[in-house]
């Protein structure tokens, strides 16, 4: 029986044509957005690309001066192959690698940067400094990505086809001709929810497929197929929620028009006033632990160590005479072995610091996140950024092994640096390489399913609220 | 008789249960809105004097040491927090505060605040700017979209009109009626904003924020305006109040929702942002080989010393009166100078461009008129943070030159290993910064004003002349 409602619906909707101008919106839409999506991709690859290539090559002409008579009475900072300080420090930019969804939901990624210079003079409390280059403005406005079509538009899109559920039919004195015939309301309300429903569902799978297919998503790529598939299971479940608003509010048995500014004003609710509220709530409560402090912090740090650098020094090497070239002292007036000495220092200082700032950043994100089920809108927004690859996780995932990095490139280096011993074609070989370890898709699966639970289960409790409701529904009058 | 129809309106108004709701949670969002923005801007304004005092501290503590230690030690220019934030934050959240001053480098602006909260951030800040130019324009949109189409429905335009009453007098009454209504919200709100504004600026006080309060004032009573007009037009233009509502939701959303981030993208497509590795690579690139790419920074340093022997008439370094090391330095300060300001002036171009791009979309979303000139008025746009970042560059380019200054006079014979005297420090003035007056930014934002005029005369024209022509009878189906 329901498969006839459906049946008869569909051929209602055709007609009516306002599935039509849907489609061809919702087409419009995602085709800005996965065209946007594509064009930020292919800016992200271009540049991971050339600053790749100019490292190999930086290295790579080094690498073959190596085999040339060293030049004599070169500068104490110039190019010079065999110095582990001076190959050391050359700038390698290592990024964090896009997932086959990022185009989808740029997310954070255009906030975050996702690249560190990782060597022997990176410090942990300049990890990310001057990759500040994208215009604020359109931080602030935000993409017009898929995840801002699904978690913004697709509701609306949803709320147009479903305000009139049952009542249009009850003003046009359909509902109690069909009631007549041996069939219930609710199978009625299910035929017509199910096709609608199907029809949604349909068109988000296939246009997101589409769209990740444009946007030069290789879907063989590892991990690929998983994270799409999550990425529909939020879409659905997020359209589901906004189904189960659209069933319990016609079930309220008002009339179209007022079912529609009901509808909006959920809409504006979940996604416009709750995402404000919490950002409010966050900074009222919680505020951000203030980095203007931090810096003066970190600057008292410094001059401590600058004023004892001396001591720092000696003591290094005391503690590591295996560091010093055989039968000498320690260079106290060569800068480099000072600076890296007393950077140590600085560092070792500054940690604590910067684990307390980084302990109440956490604590303040995941108040926010817990608020975050306060609004189905913020969960889809998180989890289809998760999905994509370009959340706040994997970026914090990416800074710690990009500074790991930086810091195995210190190792290598450095002990060379301070023995004075000159680079080889093997040590070449040996240089550390960055290679980023990605989360692991089950990670991925576990992070996301909070959100999906926070999406299924008010959907099927609104869902069951409406089914009860419908049992008072008022077919006449 | 406008007073008339606008009474009878306002009374209606009141008596709706709707509006009620709606202006209800409207004002207590602004009120909200406003006295969380005063709380972080007392905050932001508390830790940036903190992180001032500090900076300047750890500035004087620093010891004896080289002057070229010291100016790579830096200084910190903080931003202070524009009072009229607590408004509208602009996009204060996606630059940064705090400006490392340091030898050889002009560094972007770090530490933005989006960056240390979560991608709740992203789907809009609640702030008394969101809920003017957003939630404020949704209750225009309810409160007038029956004003003619619902008559018409009620059969009751055909009354007035056999009332002999001039069409245009309906119009301008209902329009006059709208904005009784608004101003039962938006008084209110006012003295809430101006009450936390004197608590905010408080040793300055209110007067000098006066101006742009004025100025911002202008803005939004264009803006609303332009949306009464338009509205008022839709609703005498539509054959039903149902699709006049329809159009005008669907407006608010292009409007509030969708311009804003598809402008964003496009712009950014029309004038690409470079990356920043391009960029610092670029600005690397020019300091290194000059800044016409044939004069290399080895054969610059080479010229130098020939032209400060030749002017001191000796032959060999060591013989130079003062220290070369000093005019060395500030001679990279100086080249270094013209690459920042080429890079960074194209740069800072681009997102002019940008910000133009996306001011033009005004001119079929007025919100992107009141959202430039709001943030404007406000002092948190673009245009101030360049003007701040550019303040605290010159401040920069200053120290430089007289650490420079200090060491080529007292460093002679031994340049780096010449210790600067402990008391030294104090006499490099602190970094005041002085924003820019509410002329200058009336200046920034003439544009943006002649836009909203344009709406509001052009909206308030639409509804007179669609008020004149409005079908009194029939089209509702």
Request: charge should be positive.
């Amino acid at each position: 029986m329901i498969r006839r409602v459906a049946r008869h619906e569909l051929r209602l909707l055709v007609a009516d044509r306002t599935l039509l101008w849907v489609v061809a919106l919702l087409f419009v839409i995602v085709g800005y957005a996965v065209l946007n999506g594509a064009a930020w991709v292919r800016a992200q690859v271009a540049e991971r690309e050339e600053a790749r290539a100019a490292y190999e090559e930086k290295i790579g002409a080094l690498r073959a001066e190596l085999g040339l008579p060293p030049k004599a009475g070169g500068a104490p900072f110039g190019p010079d192959p065999r110095s582990p300080s001076y190959v050391g420090g050359q700038r390698e930019e290592v990024f964090l690698p896009l997932t086959p969804l990022a185009g989808l939901s740029v997310g954070q990624a255009d906030l975050l940067p996702g690249q560190v210079n990782a060597s022997v003079w990176t410090s942990r409390r300049m990890l990310t400094r001057n990759y500040e280059a994208q215009n604020p403005l359109h931080l602030l406005a935000g993409r017009f990505d898929l995840a801002f079509a699904v978690v913004a538009l697709f509701p609306l899109l949803i709320l147009a086809l479903t305000y009139n559920l049952l009542s249009q039919e009850r003003e046009e004195g359909t509902l109690t001709l069909a009631l007549s015939q041996p069939v219930s309301l609710r199978t009625i309300l299910a035929g017509k929810v199910a096709l609608r429903f199907g029809v949604v569902v349909a068109l988000s799978v296939g246009l997101s497929l589409l769209g990740a297919a444009l946007s030069g998503t290789s879907f063989s790529a590892p991990g690929a197929a998983a994270r799409l598939a999550l990425w529909l299971l939020v879409a659905v479940l997020y359209g589901a929620f906004w189904f189960a608003v659209a069933v319990l509010v016609a079930a309220r048995g008002k009339g179209s028009a007022a079912n529609a500014v009901t509808l909006a004003a959920v809409w504006l609710g979940v996604v416009v006033v709750v995402p404000g509220l919490v950002n409010l709530a966050a900074a009222a409560i919680h505020p951000t632990p203030s980095r203007a402090l931090l810096v003066g912090a970190m600057r008292e740090a410094s001059n401590d160590a600058n004023q004892r650098a001396a001591q720092i020094l000696a003591r290094y090497f005391q503690d590591h005479p295996e560091l010093l070239p055989p039968g000498q002292d320690p260079d106290q007036r060569d800068f480099m072995t000072r600076f890296f000495t007393v950077e140590r220092e600085i560092e070792a200082q500054v940690a604590p610091v910067l684990d307390r700032h980084e302990e109440a950043l956490a604590q303040q994100q995941a108040f926010v996140a817990r608020l975050g089920f306060l609004s189905p809108a913020i969960l889809a927004q998180e989890a289809l950024n998760a999905v994509a690859g370009t959340g706040a996780e994997r970026h914090r995932r990416f800074l710690a092994q990009a500074f790991a990095f930086a810091q195995q490139k210190k190792g290598f280096f450095l002990p060379k640096f301070f023995r004075k011993e000159r680079l080889t074609e093997a040590d070449y070989e040996a240089m550390p390489r960055f290679a980023f370890a990605d989360e692991a898709t089950a990670d991925v699966v576990r992070r996301v399913l909070p959100a999906l639970s926070g999406l299924a289960l008010p959907a099927a409790a609104l869902l069951l609220l409406g089914l009860a409701r419908l049992k008072r529904y008022p077919v006449v009058g | 008789m406008i007073a008339t129809i606008a009474k009878k309106e306002l009374k209606e108004m009141v008596r709706d249960g709707r509006f009620r709701w709606g202006a209800g949670v409207a004002l207590i969002l602004l009120v909200g809105a406003l006295l969380s923005g005063t709380a972080g801007h007392r905050r932001a304004g508390e830790e940036r004097a903190a992180a001032r005092e500090l900076d300047r501290r750890t500035w004087i503590a620093q010891g004896a040491k080289n002057p070229h230690s010291a100016a790579h030690y830096g200084i910190h220019a903080f931003k202070p927090d524009a009072p009229l934030a607590l408004a509208d934050g602009g996009i204060t959240a996606y630059v940064g505060h705090t400006v490392w001053l340091e030898a050889h480098w002009q560094n972007m602006a770090q530490h933005r605040p989006a960056e240390d909260r979560t991608a709740v951030q992203r789907l809009g800040e609640l702030t008394a700017a969101a809920v003017l130019q957003l939630l404020v324009p949704l209750l225009i949109v309810l409160l007038t979209f029956g004003a003619f189409a619902g008559e018409r429905e009620h059969g009751t335009l055909r009354q007035l009109m056999s009332l002999g009453l001039p069409r245009r007098t309906l119009a301008l009454g209902k329009a006059a009626g709208v904005a009784a209504g608004l101003g039962l919200l938006l008084v209110p709100a006012a003295l809430v904003g101006a009450a936390a504004l004197g608590v905010a600026s408080a040793p300055a006080g209110l007067s000098p924020s006066l101006p742009r309060v004025g100025l911002m004032a202008v803005a939004y009573l264009l803006y609303f305006g332009a949306l009464v007009g338009v509205s008022l037009a839709a609703s005498a233009r539509a054959s039903s109040a149902r699709i006049a509502l329809v159009a005008l939701l669907g407006f608010w959303i292009a409007n509030g929702l969708v311009m804003p981030r598809a402008m964003a993208d496009l712009s950014e497509r029309l004038h690409p942002t470079p990356s920043s590795t391009a960029l610092w690579g670029a600005m690397r690139d020019d300091m290194a080989n000059g800044l016409d790419g044939h004069d290399p920074q080895d054969q610059r340093r080479k010229q130098l010393e020939q032209r400060v022997l030749e002017e001191h008439g000796v032959t060999k370094v060591e013989e130079l009166p003062v220290s070369f090391a000093g005019i060395a330095l500030q001679e990279g300060e100086e080249y270094g100078n013209k690459v920042f300001d080429k890079h960074f002036g194209a740069l800072w171009a681009t997102y002019e461009r940008q910000n133009r791009v996306q001011l033009l979309g005004a001119i079929a979303a007025p919100l992107l008129a009141v959202r430039s000139a709001s943030m404007g008025f406000a002092g948190t746009d673009w245009a101030h943070h360049r003007h701040f970042v550019a303040e605290a560059e010159g401040y920069r380019r200053e120290v430089q030159r007289v650490l420079n200054g200090h060491m080529t006079k007292n460093a002679k014979g031994r340049d780096f290993d010449y210790r600067a005297d402990a008391s030294f420090w104090e006499t490099v003035k602190p970094f005041a910064y002085e924003s820019p007056g509410a002329g200058w930014a009336l200046g920034q934002q003439a544009g943006a004003l002649g836009l909203l005029a344009a709406w509001c005369a052009l909206g308030l024209a639409a509804a007179v002349l669609a008020a004149t022509r409005v079908r009194v009878i029939g089209g509702a189906s």
